[in-house]
């Protein structure tokens, strides 16, 4: 099991910046991916960018503003956010896969923070 807890969203204006951090805590064999994924209103939840196996992602709307990095002493990532436009208001969810003991594969969500972009 893992557990994950969100900080950071907020009400920002446009063009303003947020740091969205994530931290997991749990006993699983290991952590393979932590990253961020967001759900505007009546759209579907995409990536905004994951870090694991020595690659990172982003969804193509976050190439250039938004910056993912993981913590070098702990299971936690940071989402530096900048240039935020009215379109990335959205809650950020939080995800990881980790490998248990049972050397399955499993997919953890955190409960979500919201990020409000004013225009």
């Known amino acids: 099991q893992v557990q994950l807890v969100e900080s950071g969203g907020g009400l920002v204006q446009a063009g303003g910046s947020l740091t969205l951090s994530c931290a997991a805590s749990g006993s699983p064999f290991r952590i393979n991916t932590m990253g961020w994924y967001r759900q505007a209103p009546g759209k579907q939840r995409e990536l905004v960018a994951d870090v694991g196996g020595g690659s990172i992602n982003y969804g193509d709307f976050a190439k250039g503003r938004f910056t993912i990095s993981s913590d070098s002493t702990k299971p936690a990532v940071h989402l530096q956010m900048n240039s935020l436009k009215p379109d990335d208001t959205a809650v950020y969810y939080c995800?990881?896969?980790?490998?248990?003991?049972?050397?399955?594969?499993?997919?953890?969500w955190g409960q979500g923070t919201q990020v409000t972009v004013s225009p």
């Open positions: 995800f990881a896969r980790a490998t248990d003991w049972d050397r399955r594969d499993y997919d953890y």
